[in-house]
Protein backbone atom coordinates (compact mmCIF):
# COMPACT_ATOMS: atom_id res chain seq x y z
CA UNK A 1 0.00 0.00 0.00
CA UNK A 2 1.02 3.49 -0.88
CA UNK A 3 1.33 6.55 1.60
CA UNK A 4 -0.06 9.60 0.47
CA UNK A 5 1.93 12.62 0.46
CA UNK A 6 0.61 15.92 1.29
CA UNK A 7 3.31 18.69 0.02
CA UNK A 8 2.15 22.32 1.35
CA UNK A 9 2.52 25.44 -0.51
CA UNK A 10 6.13 26.49 -0.70
CA UNK A 11 5.72 29.94 1.19
CA UNK A 12 4.36 27.69 3.98
CA UNK A 13 6.86 25.47 4.49
CA UNK A 14 9.11 28.38 4.04
CA UNK A 15 7.81 29.70 6.87
CA UNK A 16 6.77 33.28 5.01
CA UNK A 17 3.03 32.78 5.31
CA UNK A 18 0.26 31.55 7.72
CA UNK A 19 -2.27 30.76 5.22
CA UNK A 20 -5.00 30.44 8.35
CA UNK A 21 -4.05 33.95 9.24
CA UNK A 22 -4.16 35.80 5.30
CA UNK A 23 -7.11 34.34 4.74
CA UNK A 24 -8.63 36.20 7.90
CA UNK A 25 -7.11 39.01 7.08
CA UNK A 26 -8.42 39.05 3.18
CA UNK A 27 -11.78 38.07 4.21
CA UNK A 28 -12.62 41.76 5.48
CA UNK A 29 -11.88 42.85 2.12
CA UNK A 30 -9.58 46.00 3.09
CA UNK A 31 -6.11 47.21 2.14
CA UNK A 32 -3.59 45.07 4.54
CA UNK A 33 -1.57 48.07 6.28
CA UNK A 34 1.75 45.63 6.27
CA UNK A 35 4.37 46.27 8.84
CA UNK A 36 7.61 44.35 8.85
CA UNK A 37 10.88 45.19 11.03
CA UNK A 38 14.30 44.55 10.93
CA UNK A 39 17.76 44.43 13.18
CA UNK A 40 18.22 48.15 11.41
CA UNK A 41 14.69 49.32 9.46
CA UNK A 42 11.01 49.22 9.51
CA UNK A 43 8.60 49.59 6.52
CA UNK A 44 5.30 50.17 6.22
CA UNK A 45 2.79 49.14 3.39
CA UNK A 46 -0.42 49.27 2.21
CA UNK A 47 -1.34 46.46 0.22
CA UNK A 48 -4.56 45.49 -2.01
CA UNK A 49 -6.04 41.68 -2.97
CA UNK A 50 -6.07 40.98 -6.43
CA UNK A 51 -6.14 37.44 -7.93
CA UNK A 52 -3.04 37.64 -10.00
CA UNK A 53 -1.27 38.69 -6.54
CA UNK A 54 -1.15 41.33 -3.94
CA UNK A 55 -0.68 45.01 -5.20
CA UNK A 56 1.68 47.61 -3.24
CA UNK A 57 -0.04 50.81 -3.10
CA UNK A 58 2.00 53.02 -1.12
CA UNK A 59 4.98 52.19 0.63
CA UNK A 60 7.35 53.48 3.35
CA UNK A 61 10.77 52.52 4.83
CA UNK A 62 12.69 53.95 7.57
CA UNK A 63 15.51 54.05 4.77
CA UNK A 64 13.18 56.99 2.90
CA UNK A 65 13.24 58.65 6.26
CA UNK A 66 17.17 59.47 6.27
CA UNK A 67 17.18 60.04 2.27
CA UNK A 68 14.40 62.36 2.16
CA UNK A 69 13.85 63.84 5.35
CA UNK A 70 17.46 64.27 7.02
CA UNK A 71 16.34 61.15 10.04
CA UNK A 72 19.93 61.05 11.71
CA UNK A 73 19.33 58.71 14.35
CA UNK A 74 18.29 55.05 14.74
CA UNK A 75 15.81 53.64 11.49
CA UNK A 76 14.72 50.70 14.23
CA UNK A 77 13.42 52.43 16.84
CA UNK A 78 9.79 53.84 18.52
CA UNK A 79 10.20 57.82 17.09
CA UNK A 80 11.44 56.18 13.46
CA UNK A 81 9.14 53.23 13.42
CA UNK A 82 6.00 56.21 14.35
CA UNK A 83 7.60 58.59 11.48
CA UNK A 84 7.67 55.20 8.80
CA UNK A 85 4.14 54.57 9.99
CA UNK A 86 3.27 58.76 9.49
CA UNK A 87 4.50 58.93 6.60
CA UNK A 88 3.30 55.87 4.55
CA UNK A 89 -0.45 56.90 6.12
CA UNK A 90 -0.01 60.27 4.48
CA UNK A 91 0.67 58.84 0.95
CA UNK A 92 -2.13 56.07 1.58
CA UNK A 93 -4.47 58.52 2.27
CA UNK A 94 -3.08 60.71 -1.06
CA UNK A 95 -3.40 57.42 -2.48
CA UNK A 96 -7.25 57.55 -1.96
CA UNK A 97 -7.18 55.05 0.61
CA UNK A 98 -9.34 55.59 3.45
CA UNK A 99 -9.16 52.27 5.72
CA UNK A 100 -6.79 49.63 6.46
CA UNK A 101 -6.77 46.41 8.72
CA UNK A 102 -2.85 45.28 10.61
CA UNK A 103 -0.84 42.66 9.43
CA UNK A 104 1.90 41.72 10.98
CA UNK A 105 2.82 38.51 10.07
CA UNK A 106 5.08 36.25 12.05
CA UNK A 107 6.48 39.01 13.76
CA UNK A 108 5.88 38.71 17.54
CA UNK A 109 4.15 41.97 18.71
CA UNK A 110 4.65 43.36 21.85
CA UNK A 111 2.48 46.09 24.02
CA UNK A 112 3.93 50.22 22.88
CA UNK A 113 6.23 48.28 20.89
CA UNK A 114 7.97 49.03 17.43
CA UNK A 115 5.07 47.88 15.20
CA UNK A 116 1.94 49.41 17.15
CA UNK A 117 4.47 52.76 16.98
CA UNK A 118 3.65 52.38 13.11
CA UNK A 119 0.29 51.67 13.87
CA UNK A 120 0.04 55.21 15.40
CA UNK A 121 1.87 56.63 12.77
CA UNK A 122 -0.28 55.38 10.43
CA UNK A 123 -3.48 56.37 11.90
CA UNK A 124 -1.77 59.71 12.77
CA UNK A 125 -1.16 59.74 8.65
CA UNK A 126 -5.23 59.54 8.38
CA UNK A 127 -5.60 56.43 8.00
CA UNK A 128 -8.67 54.22 9.95
CA UNK A 129 -7.64 50.80 11.10
CA UNK A 130 -9.35 48.88 14.45
CA UNK A 131 -7.05 49.30 17.40
CA UNK A 132 -7.11 49.38 21.05
CA UNK A 133 -5.31 52.37 22.79
CA UNK A 134 -3.79 50.50 25.49
CA UNK A 135 -1.50 49.07 22.67
CA UNK A 136 -0.06 52.09 21.25
CA UNK A 137 3.23 53.79 22.41
CA UNK A 138 2.96 56.90 24.97
CA UNK A 139 3.94 60.44 23.59
CA UNK A 140 6.89 60.22 25.51
CA UNK A 141 7.65 56.98 23.73
CA UNK A 142 6.83 57.87 20.03
CA UNK A 143 8.87 61.61 20.62
CA UNK A 144 12.07 59.61 21.83
CA UNK A 145 11.94 61.11 25.42
CA UNK A 146 12.37 57.51 27.00
CA UNK A 147 15.28 57.46 24.85
CA UNK A 148 16.72 60.91 25.97
CA UNK A 149 16.19 60.00 29.58
CA UNK A 150 18.11 56.76 29.26
CA UNK A 151 20.63 58.54 27.84
CA UNK A 152 21.04 61.25 30.54
CA UNK A 153 21.40 57.84 32.67
CA UNK A 154 23.44 56.30 31.20
CA UNK A 155 25.98 59.71 30.01
CA UNK A 156 27.77 59.10 33.59
CA UNK A 157 29.34 56.00 32.32
CA UNK A 158 31.13 57.16 29.35
CA UNK A 159 32.27 54.05 27.73
CA UNK A 160 28.56 52.39 27.68
CA UNK A 161 27.04 55.47 26.88
CA UNK A 162 29.76 55.59 23.62
CA UNK A 163 29.14 51.82 22.67
CA UNK A 164 24.85 52.48 23.56
CA UNK A 165 24.85 55.30 21.17
CA UNK A 166 27.59 55.19 19.06
CA UNK A 167 25.20 55.49 15.60
CA UNK A 168 23.13 59.31 17.06
CA UNK A 169 27.31 60.53 17.84
CA UNK A 170 28.49 59.43 14.29
CA UNK A 171 25.47 61.58 12.78
CA UNK A 172 26.01 64.28 15.54
CA UNK A 173 22.81 63.72 16.70
CA UNK A 174 22.24 64.79 20.34
CA UNK A 175 20.33 61.55 22.25
CA UNK A 176 19.39 63.42 24.77
CA UNK A 177 17.84 65.67 22.79
CA UNK A 178 16.34 63.48 19.76
CA UNK A 179 13.00 64.63 20.99
CA UNK A 180 13.29 68.06 19.32
CA UNK A 181 15.01 66.21 15.94
CA UNK A 182 12.00 64.16 16.07
CA UNK A 183 9.67 67.37 16.01
CA UNK A 184 11.86 68.64 12.97
CA UNK A 185 11.59 65.54 10.70
CA UNK A 186 7.29 65.06 11.75
CA UNK A 187 7.02 68.84 10.58
CA UNK A 188 8.97 68.19 7.27
CA UNK A 189 6.59 65.10 6.66
CA UNK A 190 3.04 66.73 8.16
CA UNK A 191 4.21 70.35 5.48
CA UNK A 192 3.83 68.07 2.23
Known amino acids: MRK ?18 RLKLLLSRKN ?3 VRKSNGNVSAQIVSYEEKGDKIVVAASSRTLIKQYGWKA ?23 VKEAILDMGFQTPHNQGIVYATLKGLIDGGLSIPHTEDIVPTEDAIQGKK ?4 AKKLKEDKEKYDKQFSSYIKNNVNPEEISKHFTEVKNKIMSE
Open 4 to 21: RINVQYRRKREGKTNYRK
Open 32 to 34: RAV
Open 74 to 96: NRSNVPAAYLTGLLCGKKAVSAG
Open 147 to 150: IEEY
